[in-house]
């Protein structure tokens, strides 16, 4: 949480977290459109991670799984982003003293963004969730077909980072 509202200016890139009804957050990352004191304009996408959401209330998760949903991060997001989401633009105000808001770079912005954009996590989930034969196979070539032709050289860094560690491409 910022100390000082002066830190967040116009056409920033943020992240910012919601506290959802089932008592986790979601994730809204945008462009600051306005500042008035403590509340902060927001246009952006506002990401649901149900997937993520769904196996911590199955017990199948650990304590990182809760905490990402509880405190989500720009480092720790994209960790929720792996499973199933549901997102929709976003356009609204929160507040710096009620939601926790972060400034993120513009990289950040263009990763977290693409992720949602190009259905990354529907591809990983559709790899994670099948049984090992053909079926698996191809979604790993449907994956790997979509990495192949993103421009984002960022994007597509980190989504070879998360498939190497969750060993989807090996």
Known sequence: ??????????EDYVLASIRSQDDFCNIVIGTVT???NDDIGI???????????????????GPRSIEILKNPTPDNCILAFIYRVEYKNYTGVLSIKRNNIVLISSKTYSVLDG??????????????????????????????????????KNLKRNLYSVCRSLKILT
């Open 43 to 61: 246009s952006g996408i506002n990401i649901n991670p149900v997937g993520l959401k769904n196996k911590v209330k199955q017990g199948k998760t």
């Open 1 to 10: 949480m910022f100390k000082k509202k002066s830190t967040i200016k116009e």
């Open 115 to 152: 992720w949602m954009r190009e259905s990354l996590s529907e591809l990983i989930n559709n790899v994670l969730s099948l049984q090992e034969g053909d079926e698996k196979e191809q979604a790993k070539v449907i994956l790997k077909q979509r990495m192949d032709t993103l421009y984002d």
């Open 34 to 36: 306005g500042v008035d």
